[in-house]
């Protein structure tokens, strides 16, 4: 049976955004022990009192602004280059048997011109694509007879090239989406490779968005 440190260790650590919280000292630790107490009794199979579960969380919140702080340094510190592209578009189709063919015939159409960004990203149902507003009108006119399910315009993208050794980091994009997520960006779009990944947002976000993570790169090298 778990002691009640353990608990409500265990209780935090699946809440990222409740530990974000703590860290930060935005949450009233009586009214979070009321809240978790039915939970924390639940898995130390006895009944607890307020304060010990205030007790615990007490302990708890200096060893999660010391793994916090570190493991968001690891992340930033080896993050490489930022780029940032504008005049996006995003679409998302239903996946059909023709949809691979017009796919075919977009990047036959656009490889051979410059400065032009096409990706796209298969899931079971649907596949997204995002592209360069200079070509929308291709898109619109080869992907015609295509379910075409939404149509975002007005976009940026941030590009982030990460090390190597992200891929056995864990935390890694939590640690940078919730920088981004703090100051109320909206993600529309998530494209990644083994060392980058890129966010796709809205152009009124774009400006914040690179600001925050340039900001938190510059705090970590300082």
């Not at 996946?95 to 990047?107: G, I």
Request: net charge negative; aromatic share 6%.
């Amino acid at each position: 049976m778990l002691t009640i440190p353990n608990a409500v260790e265990e209780v935090i650590k699946k809440k990222p955004f409740l530990e974000g919280a703590l860290v930060e000292g935005l949450i009233n630790l009586s009214a979070l022990a009321r809240q978790l107490k039915p939970e924390i009794e639940k898995k130390v199979g006895k009944e607890v009192n307020d304060s010990a579960v205030i007790m615990a969380l007490n302990r708890l919140v200096p060893r999660l602004e010391l793994m916090s702080a570190m493991k968001f340094k690891k992340v930033v510190e080896n993050i490489g280059d930022i780029i940032v592209r504008s005049n996006l578009a995003d679409y998302a189709f239903v996946n059909s048997p023709t949809l691979y063919e017009r796919q075919a015939m977009l990047l036959d159409r656009v490889r051979t011109m410059k400065d032009v960004f096409c990706t796209f990203s298969q899931g079971i149902y649907e596949t997204t694509l995002v592209v360069s507003s200079t070509i929308v009108g291709l898109v619109d006119e080869i992907f015609a007879d295509e379910n075409n399910i939404a149509k975002t315009v007005d976009l940026s993208s941030i590009t982030v090239k990460l090390p190597a050794e992200n891929t056995i980091c864990p935390g890694v994009y939590y640690s940078i989406f919730k920088e981004l997520a703090w100051d109320n960006i909206n993600i529309t779009e998530v494209i990644s490779t083994t060392n980058e990944f890129t966010v796709v947002i809205s152009d009124s976000d774009i400006h914040r968005a690179f600001t925050i993570l340039m900001e938190a790169k510059r705090q970590v090298s300082i």
